[in-house]
């Protein structure tokens, strides 16, 4: 039972675009999202993150976008640079904390 | 250099041969946690810690053991490896656990590649 999906396993996006990765959820008791972003034999990296009483945060070229009817994320990179390129994972975790769910990934290439 | 320090980064072991995965952090950290990597199915979490003596199964917990008797270290413990836990592992750490205290991201290691024939 995969609580928070990611349904695209790949996104490709020309430099300068905007790129917009997505991620579903199925725990509306869920209250804190993030987005940890992984290159090759590294760890996975903290980008940004969203409280559930938010719908909107910014950071730089980077926005997470909460739409808790519907039960989405997104994140907006805006303008995508080849250094973006990487695995990006959404994870959600519950008021109390401790468990960390993490989607399945989505492996972003941004082209020169 | 603040950092979570795993080792070793890659170990072959064969089926049934205990084995310790050491996690290490320097940044005073209250939480620890464990995360499996696969294909497909992102990163699974095996168990946590809250602080010391304090541990909680995560998703994943079958075929694992850990301990938390000091702040700074983390250990996973495979009593008898299995082919189905080669995986590549990753130790993370935060002040608290996420969205307890607002933001307190995590900090991962760099992760240690296992294959158990």
């Known amino acids: 039972d995969q609580q928070v999906k990611q349904n695209s396993p790949s996104l490709s996006v020309q430099e300068g675009r905007i790129s917009i990765l997505n991620c579903d959820y199925t725990?509306?008791?869920?209250?804190?999202f993030l987005w940890y972003k992984k290159y090759p034999a590294e760890g996975p990296t903290f980008l940004i993150s969203?409280?559930?009483?938010?719908d909107k945060n910014e950071d730089g070229r980077f926005t997470v976008f909460l739409n808790k009817s519907a039960k989405h994320l997104s994140l907006h990179i805006v303008p995508s640079q080849p250094g973006d390129s990487a695995v990006y994972f959404c994870?959600?975790?519950?008021?109390?904390?401790?468990?960390?769910?993490f989607g399945q990934g989505t492996e972003l290439s941004v082209k020169p | 250099e603040a950092q979570v320090t795993q080792n070793p980064r890659y170990l072959i072991t064969v089926t049934g041969k205990k084995l310790t995965v050491t996690c290490s952090q320097n940044?005073?950290?209250?939480?620890m946690s464990w995360y499996r990597q696969d294909p497909g199915l992102g990163l699974r979490q095996i168990y946590y810690?809250?602080?010391?003596?304090?541990?909680d199964k995560g998703d994943v917990p079958e075929g694992y053991k850990v301990s938390r008797k000091e702040k700074r270290n983390f250990p996973l413990i495979l009593e008898s490896p299995s082919p189905n836990q080669t995986s590549l592992y990753f130790c993370?750490?935060?002040?608290?656990?996420?969205?307890?205290?607002?933001?307190?991201?995590?900090?991962f290691g760099n992760g240690t590649r296992l294959t158990v024939t």
């Open positions: 994870a959600a975790s519950l008021r109390e904390g401790g468990k960390l769910i």
């Open positions: 969203i409280s559930s009483i938010k």
């Open positions: 993370a750490s935060s002040l608290f656990p996420q969205g307890r205290f607002g933001n307190s991201p995590l900090h």
């Open positions: 810690s809250m602080n010391v003596e304090v541990t």
């Open positions: 940044m005073n950290h209250e939480y």
């Open positions: 725990n509306s008791m869920f209250d804190y």
